[in-house]
């Protein structure tokens, strides 16, 4: 079966960095887009950033550019987020995603991992 596999999450001061990972399994990673997205307490699950199978389209939400870095390793299965002067306003639960398609449904979810940004 499918699995995505979030990791790197924890408790940061507020300027710190962090690099999260998710790892794939189950599915032909190559073939996929990746997507990381948030949710906040009391909040919506929000987009956060996308990369296309090849690597070449990085959109980002407008919150994190040019603090955050999207990209994948199709060798390792694996997606990275590379987090940068982190705010507490970026604290959530960071989800990964695979879509077979954009636009269009993300058809597979990991379970999160929690950052917390301390002020």
């Known amino acids: 079966q499918v699995q995505l596999v979030e990791s790197g999450g924890g408790l940061v001061q507020a300027g710190d960095s962090l690099r999260l990972s998710c790892a794939a399994s189950?599915?032909?990673?190559?073939?996929?887009?990746m997507g990381w997205f948030r949710q906040a307490p009391g909040n919506e699950r929000e987009f956060v950033a996308r990369i296309n199978w090849s690597g070449t389209s990085t959109p980002y939400a407008e919150s994190v550019k040019g603090r955050f870095t999207i990209s994948r390793n199709n060798a390792k299965n694996t997606v990275y987020l590379q987090m940068n002067s982190l705010k507490p306003e970026d604290t959530a639960v960071y989800y990964c995603?695979?879509?077979?398609?954009?636009?269009?449904?993300?058809?597979?979810w990991g379970q999160g991992t929690q950052v917390t940004v301390s002020s």
């Open positions: 189950g599915l032909p990673f190559s073939n996929y887009h």
């Open positions: 995603a695979a879509a077979r398609r954009i636009p269009g449904e993300y058809n597979y």
